[in-house]
């Protein structure tokens, strides 16, 4: 009968190149992670204090369609000057394409009630 300690069982071998190589992209990404929700969460204060209808219009402030108008329209006097097609408009689409470019949005489905 074999008997065996815990560390006999589960000997490893020393991490390669490749695994120390993805430790390091590995905590690149958490500190980038961390960094985008730290900014997000500063534009969200600055926000709060100089453009609070832009909170209020923005359900999410790190998107790049948001980002993309909010550089458009960086203060309140600025914004009212917009005009529809210019705030609904993303940078990948000419001035002169029409709606019907886009994709239509799909509806939930609900169902019939009985």
């Known amino acids: 009968m074999w008997l065996f300690t815990y560390l006999?069982?589960?000997r490893v071998s020393?991490?390669?190149a490749d695994a120390?190589?993805?430790k390091v992209v590995t905590r690149a990404h958490k500190t980038l992670i961390w960094e985008r929700t730290r900014t997000t969460q500063r534009l969200r204060h600055a926000l709060l204090d100089?453009?609070?209808a832009a909170l209020e219009a923005f359900d999410d402030l790190d998107v790049p369609d948001t980002l993309e108008l909010l550089a458009k329209a960086?203060?309140?006097v600025v914004a009212a000057k917009l005009t529809a097609t210019q705030s609904a408009r993303p940078s990948n689409v000419p001035a002169d394409a029409t709606s019907?470019?886009?994709p239509p949005r799909s509806k939930p489905y609900c169902a019939p009630s009985t």
């Open 20 to 22: 120390e190589a993805v």
């Open 14 to 16: 020393g991490d390669s």
């Open 8 to 10: 006999e069982c589960c």
């Open 74 to 76: 960086p203060d309140p």
């Open 100 to 102: 019907s470019t886009r």
């Open 50 to 52: 100089y453009f609070p």
